[in-house]
């Protein structure tokens, strides 16, 4: 289903040209979402690693006066810091899987972006379409933030 926004273009653009920009559409609220999972999960894990570390500080490190063969005994004994530990590599882990998405579906959102760009002359060939063309880029702006008049990011 295309986004109504682009539906009611009507005259400013054809079929195809509509379904191109709702794919372009798709693939920015992709790119938005991987976005937001890779932050909430670097955010996440970085929570844990600074909640740990004050943790051991507090109560590992600072009672046993830096010794580190006791406060690596103190930790590996305990079940619970070792699960704390799994915990901070799992997050770490699921951060680099959802930065690799965000990278590829990035890279898809530009390379789209910037076809329709380069395309622009053939999608609206005909000067009274040439000037529509401005108003169909401004609405993807102002609707979507894509910008579609510089091939930058």
Known sequence: MIEPSIQFLRNHTDEPTKQMLDHLVDR??????????CFR???FTFILIMGFIVYLYAFIIKPTGGQMDVVLHMIFDNEMH?????LI???YATAQYFKKKEDKAETEYHNLRCEVIRKSTELWPQPAQWQNRHEVFTMMKKEFDINLFHESK
């Open 28 to 37: 920015k609220r992709k790119f938005e979402k991987y976005k937001m999972k």
């Open 41 to 43: 999960t670097q955010f």
């Open 82 to 86: 070792i699960f704390f530990i799994l």
């Open 89 to 91: 590599v799992a997050g």
